[in-house]
């Protein structure tokens, strides 16, 4: 009788530890697969992002940026913005703590934009890249104010400011660095951007 309770009991706890034993590999797997997919998970993360960074900084262009890096990295990299930016805008909008995202625009527009009325609103700081935020080259801009040549060696900061594209800081620059042999001399002396002088060339004399 002693002997049919210890066999049966040894029966049993073998048929106890079988199951414990399976349980455990299953178990075992289940942890196993879901540790490998959220490995496969994070493989797909982006480990850089993009940006295109311009307007009023030293140094535009597009940046490549570890994902999770913010707005003041990728300004840092550009060299912080320029003297003549918008102060009001940049204490306004720009969230130097926000985390930057693959393929984004920063703009950061200077102060002459809004004295000029150039700009009436820039929303939001990040745009994204889209057909839309390419100019149309088709269109060439207009000066404002008098179509009349402008003599760059002799005229007003107002008659300056009148240019489109110049503006009051622009227009500083170019009265600062007088005089100009030429248009080269111009371009190379005047610390204007080649672009808005080359849509100028045609108005402006020495």
Same mark, same amino acid.
């Given at each position: 009788?002693?002997?049919?309770?210890?066999?049966?009991?040894?029966?049993?706890?073998?048929?106890?530890?079988?199951?414990?034993?399976i349980?455990?590999f299953?178990?075992?797997?289940v942890?196993?697969? +879901?540790?490998? *997919?959220?490995?496969?998970?994070?493989?797909n993360?982006? *480990?850089?992002? $993009?940006v295109?960074?311009s307007?009023a900084?030293?140094?535009? +262009?597009?940046?490549?940026?570890?994902? +999770?890096?913010?707005?003041?990295?990728?300004?840092k990299?550009?060299?912080?913005?320029?003297? !003549?930016?918008?102060? !009001?805008?940049?204490?306004?909008?720009?969230?130097?703590? /926000?985390?930057?995202?693959?393929?984004?625009?920063?703009?950061?527009?200077?102060?002459?934009?809004?004295?000029?009325?150039k700009?009436?609103s820039?929303?939001?700081?990040?745009?994204?890249?889209?057909?839309?935020?390419?100019?149309?080259s088709?269109?060439?801009?207009?000066?404002?104010?008098?179509?009349?040549s402008?003599?760059?060696n002799?005229?007003?900061?107002? +008659?300056?400011? !009148?240019l489109?594209?110049?503006g009051?800081? $622009?227009a /500083?620059?170019?009265?600062?660095?007088?005089p $100009?042999?030429?248009?080269?001399?111009?371009?190379? *002396?005047s610390g204007?951007?080649?672009?808005?002088?080359?849509?100028?060339?045609a108005?402006?004399?020495?």
């Amino acid at each position: 009788m002693f002997a049919e309770i210890i066999g049966s009991f040894k029966k049993n706890l073998l048929l106890y530890l079988s199951g414990l034993l399976i349980i455990g590999f299953y178990i075992s797997y289940v942890l196993y697969s +879901g540790f490998n *997919k959220s490995i496969s998970i994070e493989d797909n993360i982006p *480990k850089y992002v $993009y940006v295109d960074l311009s307007g009023a900084v030293h140094k535009p +262009g597009v940046y490549e940026l570890l994902s +999770g890096a913010l707005v003041a990295d990728v300004l840092k990299l550009g060299d912080g913005v320029l003297s !003549d930016v918008s102060i !009001d805008w940049v204490a306004q909008r720009l969230n130097l703590s /926000q985390k930057l995202e693959d393929e984004q625009k920063i703009y950061i527009p200077f102060e002459w934009e809004f004295n000029n009325g150039k700009v009436e609103s820039l929303d939001p700081l990040i745009l994204e890249i889209s057909e839309k935020s390419v100019p149309d080259s088709s269109v060439s801009p207009l000066p404002s104010g008098d179509s009349s040549s402008v003599n760059v060696n002799t005229a007003s900061l107002e +008659g300056l400011d !009148d240019l489109s594209g110049i503006g009051p800081a $622009y227009a /500083q620059r170019i009265v600062d660095n007088r005089p $100009y042999a030429d248009f080269n001399d111009l371009v190379s *002396k005047s610390g204007v951007k080649l672009s808005t002088l080359e849509e100028l060339e045609a108005l402006i004399i020495f």
